[in-house]
């Protein structure tokens, strides 16, 4: 490869990432939508592994977890709020790393903590980037600019 085919490889990397990054968001947003859709209608289970792992009323807290697994997912989808998504978000998935799949085994068989460690973590990341330019944020912020 030339120098000159490696930095336009470069610079069209560096042009696209951010399609690349509301993809990621968008993605994101419709995997916890759906997840809260799983929950709403398994909700037993849900009630069944919130009695197992914590000392708190199954009713209550499985309501959370759906609520904001489905307005959380599709404001994220959308960029609408970001970081207040994501900021209702963390707690679940913190509490699904460390309480609910914190007793499975790393990389075992049959086990969903890699995904709640993976949506945790893209969380978090989220919560600091923010939006970005396909969202409802930055279409309001430049709104108010001009």
Known sequence: MQLTD????????????HYWIEFLRIFL???LFYKGFYFV?????VY???????QIPAFVLAHYVVAVHLVGGLMLMFGVL???ATAIQIPVLVGAVFFVHGREA????????EFALLVLVL????????????SVDHW???????
């Open 29 to 31: 947003g419709g995997l």
């Open 106 to 113: 790393f990389l075992g068989e049959g086990t969903n903590l």
């Open 41 to 45: 209608e398994n909700i037993s289970v």
């Open 82 to 84: 970001t970081r207040i």
């Open 123 to 134: 969380l978090v990341v989220y919560f600091f980037y923010g939006a970005g330019k396909w």
């Open 140 to 146: 309001i912020i430049r709104r108010k600019e001009k």
């Open 6 to 17: 490696q930095i336009t490889a470069e610079s069209t990397m560096v042009e696209t990432r």
């Open 48 to 54: 069944e592994m919130i009695e197992q792992n914590m």
